[in-house]
């Protein structure tokens, strides 16, 4: 069976790759029905990879957050019609204790093979997760949820005091999320949220304080903290937090950044601190993901951060929504109807 | 109910080295026919999938089809007809013959060589077919269209923006497909190039559905080169 890929061939300009799918292959095939933009999707879409990756990655399809409707399934692990969370990550061979999102060989969706902008999506039943039941825009985010979810559970792992205050820098949505999830996995937590942009704090109407970064009381200290800023707010952030952070605290570094970031080494020495890198996410995250968005609380604050979805019936409707992610403060998800 | 009906009741033209009907060349390592199956079985909103096939071509489809898919209690092989309406008509038979034909039961019909038809599309045709009773699957057209009564100078160039060419699926209630052809005099019947045909010349709507450029029929050679070239493209 052919099936349409709607893949970046170079910055701002997409194209239609045909592919046969293999229907007695054991996979599962999915309809994609509600995608999100993440910033990794933006960055190459609009070329700000470095121009030497560009050319290793393109031609390929974006997109990694993503949830669909089974079409086809080979056995009874999914029924026809079950609405699906597709994982983006494929593990490569299983090292004992290590992620499968951080072993060598694993291949990522959107990064190292086609993303899920595709007319259909044949993937192990393993790669799938059920989200019957969950509101399906909000579903498409699942994966942008995981993120938080799998930077606790390292977290949880790392600490080495108690919990206490946790600092997250960041007002984007994945601070959003972050400050969501932990709020869930440690509801003992003092959960602080440092950003730059007053409206977007105060969405964030569940921590228990908010502030501006330039706007730091005297003597502001946290435990731990979750850096969700990313790009050039990744170096201001680790240096506040580094000026801010306790003594053994435990700094989770969650933001990208295409530039390397100069660290003050010699206060993470100085004050003992821990420095955990995290990165994507794994089948366990995915299904803890989908299980904290069957609380309807839970899952109508996710929703919150939808800034807005658009209707998908070409490829000119693609350039249109990158162009208004862009803008939009928080996520834009997408309505896959070609 | 919903049914779709995939019309392959041409005989062998000469596409290759053998005389073999073009639905069956191999495309990517499948028959073309296999393709367009695949993709109709992965609308669960079908109750069946017709095949009207060529009478002295239906066993070796249904071997394919045994090959390639397996058993698959969906889909039907029968004979096909004279020309393409006889096929269609000898699908309606057999759902006549299963079911019986309720008032909003719908039939899409597609042809076998188009194996890049796509789900949206297939979707879109069920859709409209439900709401409209009758649709065709569109793409606008790009080349200018000249109009020539004698094949030797231009009779008309109509305005192009209101031009489309045709391509399917072409779906339908059913009952208003038999109605409207069982309607028509011989002479009118003697012009029918396709179905929708039947519903415009009874002044019944026939509402359209954008296609795809790409979801074009391989009738020739060249089609079916291009077919090739574009499951290669990496």
């Given at each position: 069976m052919i099936s349409y890929i709607y893949q970046l061939i170079k910055p701002k300009v997409i194209s239609v790759k045909y592919k046969n799918i293999d229907v007695n292959n054991g996979k599962v095939i999915v309809r994609p029905e509600y995608m999100s933009i993440c910033h990794a999707d933006g960055r190459y879409y609009f070329g700000l990879r470095d121009a030497a990756i560009l050319r290793k990655k393109l031609p390929m399809a974006l997109i990694h957050e993503c949830m669909g409707r089974v079409v086809y399934s080979p056995d009874d692990r999914f029924k026809v019609g079950e609405k699906v969370v597709m994982i983006p990550n494929a593990p490569g061979e299983e090292v004992s204790g290590e992620y499968e999102n951080y072993r060598l060989d694993s291949v990522f969706s959107s990064s190292g093979a086609d993303g899920f902008m595709r007319e259909l999506v044949d993937l192990p039943a393993e790669r799938l997760v059920s989200c019957d039941g969950i509101k399906p825009q909000v579903a498409a985010m699942t994966e942008f949820v995981t993120i938080p979810f799998h930077a606790a559970d390292r977290f949880e792992r790392a600490v080495q005091t108690g919990v206490g205050k946790i600092g997250i820098w960041g007002d984007g949505g994945l601070g959003y999320l972050t400050a969501l999830v932990l709020k869930h996995k440690f509801p003992k937590a003092k959960i602080c949220v440092i950003g730059m942009d007053e409206t977007k704090l105060?969405?964030?109407?569940?921590?228990?304080e908010t502030y501006l970064a330039d706007k730091l009381p005297e003597g502001f200290r946290v435990d731990h903290a979750f850096e969700c800023c990313g790009g050039n707010g990744s170096y201001y952030a680790i240096k506040q937090v580094i000026d801010t952070i306790n003594p053994q605290g435990t700094l989770m570094l969650m933001g990208v950044t295409e530039d390397e970031v100069p660290i003050a080494t010699r206060m993470v020495l100085e004050r003992g601190l821990t420095l955990v890198g995290c990165s994507r996410s794994g089948r366990v995250d995915f299904e803890n993901a989908v299980e904290f968005l069957r609380d309807k609380k839970a899952l109508n604050r996710v929703e919150r951060i939808i800034s807005e979805t658009v209707e998908i019936n070409s490829i000119e409707d693609i350039y249109t929504s990158f162009e208004k992610d862009l803008v939009n403060p928080f996520k834009t998800v997408l309505k896959w109807n070609i | 109910m919903i049914y779709a009906a995939i019309l392959a009741g041409g005989k062998g033209s000469r596409m290759g080295s053998t005389d073999v009907p073009k639905q069956f060349l191999e495309l990517d390592g499948k028959p073309i026919i296999i393709h367009t199956i695949e993709k109709m079985l992965m609308c669960d909103r079908f109750e069946k999938v017709i095949i009207g096939i060529n009478p002295d071509w239906k066993s070796y489809c249904e071997d394919l089809i045994s090959k390639h898919i397996g058993d698959n209690d969906k889909i039907i092989v029968c004979a096909g007809g004279a020309d393409r309406n006889g096929t269609l008509t000898n699908v309606i038979d057999v759902i006549d013959g299963i079911n019986g034909i309720g008032d909003d039961d719908i039939i899409v019909t597609h042809d076998a060589v188009r194996p890049f038809v796509t789900k949206r599309i297939i979707e879109d045709n069920i859709d409209a077919a439900l709401k409209y009773g009758a649709c065709d699957t569109v793409v606008p057209a790009t080349d200018t269209i000249v109009r020539s009564d004698d094949g030797e100078i231009i009779s008309i160039i109509p305005e192009r923006s209101r031009l489309y060419q045709g391509q399917t699926p072409q779906s339908f209630n059913i009952k208003l497909l038999t109605s409207s052809f069982d309607a028509l005099t011989d002479e009118e019947k003697a012009t029918?190039?396709?179905?929708c045909k039947i519903l415009v010349l009874k002044n019944h709507p026939v509402h359209l559905v954008n296609g795809e450029v790409?979801?074009?029929?391989?009738?020739t050679i060249s089609d079916y080169q291009l077919a090739k070239a574009m499951l290669v493209i990496k």
């Open positions: 105060n969405m964030f109407s569940f921590v228990n | 029918l190039t396709d179905a790409l979801n074009f029929k391989i009738t």
